[in-house]
């Protein structure tokens, strides 16, 4: 009769429960962790531009500028952990191609590219998954300590180079820091896609 009354009161508190651990995101161990869903910096007005990346040996990575806190379109206002980044891609060819790519923040070397990496970088996502045309697509899990007022780059690389099964990443005009920029292997030898145009993104921290 004990047994059966004890999983009677275990029955009536599961709803309470639940309801207390909605907001949270459980981990390993039972550890609790807020969701990274706030929006920080960000470029998101129309598309107008896209440009290519993982279509050949020299354009394997790409990068976009920024200045923390002051996008066009974000409401940071203080120092955050960026944690995922969405970012608007296009496949050249809709559910075709092995390679992956991943996101990762990096310094400015004060000549307008990229220098080192922040923290760590994304998960990786398979480009054979992404839809035809212009998709949001969210890469999880990096974590990069940003500093408000700090200029930096939201990099994107893929695993490899495909003449037919390459990514478009699209662009916007942009009234601050405006500044696109590729290279072959994140070697430092990078090159002007645009110096007048902003790579579409929304960084978020929980």
Not at 9 to 18: G, N, W
Not at 130 to 154: E, I, K, P, Q, R
Request: glycine share 8%.
């Amino acid at each position: 009769m004990r047994k059966y009354y004890l999983l009677t009161i275990l029955i009536l508190l599961l709803p309470f429960a639940a309801w207390s651990w909605m907001g949270t995101i459980m981990v390993g161990g039972g550890q609790t962790v807020a969701p990274c869903t706030t929006a920080q910096d960000a470029e998101t007005d129309a598309d107008s531009l896209a440009y290519d990346f993982g279509k050949t040996s020299g354009d394997v990575w790409i990068a976009t500028k920024f200045v923390a806190g002051n996008t066009d379109d974000g409401v940071a206002t203080a120092n955050y952990t960026a944690c995922s980044a969405a970012v608007q891609l296009e496949p050249a060819v809709a559910g075709s191609g092995s390679e992956t790519i991943r996101a990762c923040i990096y310094s400015d070397d004060a000549t307008d590219d990229p220098n080192a990496l922040i923290g760590s970088c994304s998960d990786t996502v398979t480009i054979s998954s992404l839809s035809s045309g212009s998709n949001t697509v969210s890469f999880l899990n990096m974590s990069a300590s940003l500093t408000d007022g700090t200029t930096y780059w939201l990099v994107l690389y893929t695993s490899g180079y495909h003449a037919t099964n390459y990514v478009k990443w699209w662009s916007e005009n942009s009234e601050t820091t405006a500044y696109i920029t590729y290279d072959g292997n994140g070697s430092g030898d990078w090159a002007e896609y645009s110096t007048s145009r902003s790579c579409k993104y929304t960084l978020y921290s929980e």
